[in-house]
């Protein structure tokens, strides 16, 4: 599998978006799924979770610590295992449950790429992946990324000490 300038097409150059895509979930067309390489963990957040009508009922005990984008630990709420189904390919991913903020409703990690055999990049805005007859593609949607972006930008909480938010510029 390999990313030439034609899977360039249809992209916004030059950027340094996010891979962002939707994948089913669940059974679900899921929405801004961030594509990670760098991460090893499956994330889902609420409301992917309370999207799904899962219960914390549903979750296996998960104890151990994670660091969020903002440098905080956070102590994930459980896990669970959903499939993940790309064209006609389906994976069992083992997601942890965060009850964080983050504009994407999962992250989709090394461990489950792996398992598709897939390839992302980020310039190119795909994850390639083998099937029984051809390679399959997931394009990013660079629209995504930019409304998680300022998503994010717009809930951010004041700094300790500070009772409001500064003025929006």
Do not use: W
């Not at 219960?55 to 969020?68: F, T, V």
């Not at 310039?123 to 949607?141: A, D, M, N, W």
């Amino acid at each position: 599998m390999d990313f030439s300038d034609k899977d360039l097409v249809s992209t916004a150059q030059p950027h340094v978006d996010a891979l962002v895509v939707t994948m089913c979930i669940g059974g679900f067309d899921m929405h801004r799924v961030m594509v990670n390489e760098g991460s090893r963990a499956e994330i889902m957040y609420p409301n992917l979770f309370r999207g799904l009508g899962l219960k914390e009922k549903d979750l296996e005990s998960y104890g151990a610590p994670l660091m969020g984008f903002d440098g905080k630990i956070v102590i994930p709420k459980g896990r669970i295992k959903l499939p993940v189904q790309v064209e006609n390919e389906e994976v069992l991913v083992d997601f942890i449950t965060m009850d964080a903020y983050s504009p994407y409703a999962a992250i989709l990690a090394r461990p489950r790429l792996h398992a598709l055999g897939a390839v992302s990049s980020t310039l190119h805005q795909k994850v390639k992946f083998p099937t029984e007859s051809h390679i399959g593609e997931i394009r990013g949607y660079q629209a995504f990324v930019r409304q998680c972006l300022i998503a994010a930008i717009n809930h951010r909480t004041p700094p300790e000490g500070m009772d409001e938010a500064p003025p929006k510029l």
